[in-house]
C-alpha cells in the first residue's frame, strides 16, 4: 500500500504560483510513477503531469506545458508541482497518484485526497 497526502493548495491570484506537494508513505517510493490530475466542478478529472520513476522523463498536458513542472525527490518521499502563471481555468481539485512503473501509459493504483487550487480573475 502507499499512502499520498497533497498539501500546498490556495487562493492565488491568476498570474501568480503555487507550489503543490505530495508525500508519500508505504512502500517504496522510488519504484513509482507519480502523477498530478485535477478535477474542475461539474468537469471529469484530468491528465495534468507524470515522472517516471527515476525522474528522468516528464509528461504534461498541452494545457500546463510550459507554466507547470513537475519533480520529485526520492529520498523525501515527495512529489512536487510547480505552477506558475496560474489561470482561472486553473481552479480545480488537485490529486496526486502513484502506480508502478513499466512505461507509458503509467496507470495509477493509489490516490491522494486533494487539495484544492482557486485561482481568482
Known amino acids: 500500500q502507499v499512502q499520498l497526502v497533497e498539501s500546498g493548495g490556495g487562493l492565488v491570484q491568476a498570474g501568480g504560483s503555487l507550489r503543490l506537494s505530495c508525500a508519500a508513505s508505504?512502500?517504496?517510493?522510488?519504484?513509482?510513477?507519480m502523477g498530478w490530475f485535477r478535477q474542475a466542478p461539474g468537469k471529469e478529472r484530468e491528465f495534468v503531469a507524470t515522472?517516471?520513476?527515476?525522474?528522468?522523463?516528464?509528461y504534461y498536458a498541452d494545457s500546463v506545458k510550459g507554466r507547470f513542472t513537475i519533480s520529485r525527490d526520492n529520498a523525501k518521499n515527495t512529489v512536487y508541482l510547480q505552477m506558475n502563471n496560474l489561470k482561472p481555468e486553473d481552479t480545480a481539485v488537485y490529486y496526486c497518484?502513484?502506480?508502478?512503473?513499466?512505461?507509458?501509459?503509467?496507470?495509477?493504483?493509489?490516490w491522494g485526497q486533494g487539495t484544492q487550487v482557486t485561482v481568482s480573475s
Open positions: 497518484a502513484a502506480g508502478p512503473d513499466y512505461g507509458v501509459p503509467y496507470e495509477y493504483d493509489y
Open positions: 515522472i517516471s520513476w527515476s525522474g528522468g522523463s516528464t
Open positions: 508505504g512502500r517504496t517510493f522510488s519504484s513509482y510513477a
